[in-house]
């Protein structure tokens, strides 16, 4: 019986060390929606498909164009804003509206890695601009698509959070995708 005892203490001593390691830093599980797309309502000089999940909402920063919006993922925590320019009115010519863009995703070169920019046409024929900036930037995707003659429209991805981008990869690779097919199904009105 007392030798039980022994080895009972002698086991709880060498049990119970000081030494533990901690568990590494993790990141919250974020479950993505299934994708759904449905038409953007009618009253603006374009149209294209958005997510059912993206709430559209008057752009708030200028509220004298009306066709600014906003795309609010709220359940993702980001926004798309949605700039729309009609080209050769008030010295909106294209190389300047182009040249504007181009200098607005620049200004992310101080804190960014790294920007990939991709020339493309959508099937409707229009030209456009990707950018994709890695890093600690606050826009992670920007884009631009034109007709050249009348229509200019650019979009900017931000989140309402300071976390570092790596945690929010997944989030911001299914906003792309979902701004492809709004690409893709972008269609400039007369």
């Known amino acids: 019986m007392h030798s039980n005892k022994f080895i009972f203490i002698l086991f709880l001593l060498t049990s119970c060390t000081g030494d533990f390691l901690p568990k590494p830093l993790g990141y919250n599980r974020i479950d993505l929606p299934e994708r759904v797309f449905v038409d953007l309502e009618e009253g603006k000089p374009y149209s ?4 059912i999940h993206a709430l ?6 200028n509220l004298q164009e009306t066709s600014w ?12 804003h949605f700039t729309y320019l009609e080209l050769d009115t008030k010295g909106k010519d294209i190389k300047i509206v182009v040249n504007d863009a181009i200098n607005l ?20 024929g229009y030209t456009g601009v990707v950018a994709e900036l890695s890093g600690e930037v606050p826009t992670q995707f920007q884009f631009f698509v034109t007709d050249s003659t009348k229509h200019f429209l650019r979009g900017a991805l931000y989140f ?7 945690s929010l990869a ?18 400039f009105k007369n």
């Open 48 to 51: 294209f498909q958005h997510s």
């Open 170 to 187: 997944p989030v911001i690779e299914y906003i792309k995708v979902d701004m492809a097919h709004l690409i893709n199904t972008l269609e």
């Open 56 to 61: 559209v909402e008057a752009d708030s920063f």
């Open 69 to 80: 919006i906003n795309l609010n993922y709220q359940g993702l925590g980001g926004k798309v």
């Open 160 to 166: 309402d959070t300071a976390m570092k981008n790596d």
């Open 105 to 124: 995703t620049a200004k992310h070169q101080i804190k960014a890695y790294g920007i990939e920019e991709s020339i493309l046409r959508t099937p409707k």
